[in-house]
């Protein structure tokens, strides 16, 4: 077994053009019915804000597969520690015997869910977008930001956040390493009026976004609801919308924003919502005009962990890097 470490994957593991790839391939897996994934597993721990993951998913033909756990402790930023964190094991698909653990500390999440995040974009976003919203200040408003700029052009950006301090800390490091104007602003429905594609990437459990403040051309990409009391949209968002996409529809009818809109009655007709797999598989075209209202509701799927994971072993693999262990004891591979 191969054990990699945090400091080791994060040198040789970064968001970029590869990793978006790997994880654009790994929804067109899903589509064509490539991909075993079971439902999310989740422990939830509420007395600290905390919750649990555990996603897995097998690619047809792969020779090995990962299960993926994850836990978000949202009042972590008080202790002065990230929200998230977990690791990855890579199972060989031919014995079961465990091939490899990745102790990312949640790094390879954040990564996948910042490619999903891209990918969302390029497909659903106007090209050419001048201001960005982001609602948030976390890593994960971070990473989706930078992400976007690989996939988008955009000058500048307009961010809120319930916490001063943390808005604060991230307009002036984003500003810094994006070279980009961003501006603090009082409220959400400031930054969803003027901007031509938002961002979510909250842990809300109440709607933050109103159907009122949608305009033409507007893309949202909302990430925070991975669970089912978790909600960033106002339900009638969707009836406001022209194009909804998931990362899977079954998974979102039952953590994400979707199934708000369809608890409430908004939508009754799950057949023309699409899957963000059969855009970038060229099944289904994603934006077809600049006035189009698109939304992209992301909960996270068990087959953007495998794509990453084994993405993450074959490079590191290929630098020679990680402990190798057997029989008991430890020796560093050469």
């Not at 020779?63 to 978000?72: H, L, T």
């Not at 700029?149 to 500048?156: D, G, H, I």
């Not at 301090?165 to 603090?184: D, T, W």
């Not at 022209?242 to 953590?255: E, G, M, P, S």
Request: aromatic residues 6%.
């Amino acid at each position: 077994m191969l054990i990699f470490s945090k400091e080791e994957i994060k040198q040789y593991i970064q968001l970029n053009h590869s990793s978006i790839l790997v994880i654009e391939e790994g929804f067109t897996y899903l589509n064509n019915n490539h991909v075993k994934m079971p439902p999310i597993m989740r422990v939830d721990i509420e007395e600290n804000n905390g919750e649990v993951d555990v996603k897995s998913a097998y690619i047809k033909g792969k020779d090995m597969f990962a299960i993926k756990i994850s836990s978000g402790f949202f009042n972590n930023y008080k202790l002065g520690l990230p929200s998230g964190n977990g690791m990855m094991i890579l199972i060989n698909t031919k014995t079961g015997v465990p091939e490899s653990i990745l102790l990312d500390n949640g790094y390879l999440t954040d990564i996948r869910t910042a490619c999903a995040g891209a990918i969302a974009a390029k497909y659903l976003s106007r090209e050419n977008i001048k201001t960005v919203g982001v609602i948030g200040s976390g890593s994960q408003a971070r990473y989706q930001l930078q992400a976007l700029k690989l996939v988008r052009n955009f000058k500048k950006v307009l961010v809120y956040s319930r916490s001063k301090e943390r808005v604060e800390a991230y307009a002036n490091e984003m500003s810094q390493k994006l070279g980009v104007e961003i501006k603090i602003t009082n409220s959400a429905e400031e930054v969803v009026k003027n901007s031509d594609t938002v961002i979510t990437t909250t842990p809300s459990n109440e709607p933050i976004i109103k159907s009122e403040w949608l305009h033409p051309g507007l893309h949202i990409t909302a990430m925070g609801s991975d669970a089912e009391t978790k909600q960033e949209l106002e339900a009638s968002v969707f009836k406001v919308a022209d194009k909804v996409v998931c990362d899977t529809i079954q998974q979102c009818a039952r953590l994400g924003e979707l199934h708000h809109a369809i608890d409430e009655g908004i939508i009754q007709d799950q057949s023309t919502i699409l899957e963000l797999g059969q855009l970038t598989s060229s099944q289904k075209v994603g934006r077809e005009h600049n006035n189009e209202i698109t939304v992209c509701d992301l909960t996270g799927t068990g087959v953007q962990d495998t794509a990453i994971a084994l993405y993450a072993y074959q490079e590191l693999v290929k630098k020679s890097m990680g402990i190798r262990v057997h029989d008991k004891s430890l020796t560093i591979k050469k």
